[in-house]
């Protein structure tokens, strides 16, 4: 879960960064984390008013070497990763909503008994 949310934190503030980088008059940077319990579920959202990212790509977003970054600066692992984790190892949900040049949305949904479980092996 570390490699997850280190990799969509990583990737907002990338987002927010080249947004800043244009000049667009008034921007300022945001990424919001939030959570909450629904029934036997925990969501988490990471959102950031970076650059978005084009809508007609979203079929492609959790495939691995695919990137939105230049030649050089990604992988295109992150989020195939990411996706794999989240549902291949915790049953759970990675789900994006995005706008070009306005915002994107991570949301990761999962388990409670994955989460409880975790907490025990913990302790």
């Avoid at 479980?117 to 302790?123: R, S, W, Y």
Wanted: aromatic share 10%; charged share 25%.
């Amino acid at each position: 879960m570390e490699r997850v949310f280190l990799n969509l934190f990583n990737n907002a503030f990338y987002a927010v960064q080249q947004r800043q980088e244009q000049a667009v008059q008034g921007y300022v940077p945001e990424v919001r984390v939030s959570t909450r319990q629904l029934e036997s579920r925990v969501e988490v959202r990471v959102r950031d008013n970076g650059t978005g990212i084009a809508v007609n790509l979203k079929n492609k977003f959790f495939q691995p070497f695919f990137t939105t970054k230049p030649s050089g600066e990604g992988t295109g692992l992150g989020l195939s990763l990411s996706y794999n984790i989240i549902t291949k190892g915790h049953g759970g949900k990675l789900q994006v909503e995005t706008e070009k040049d306005e915002y994107a949305e991570f949301s990761i949904s999962l388990p409670v008994r994955d989460l409880v479980a975790a907490d025990e092996a913990a302790v």
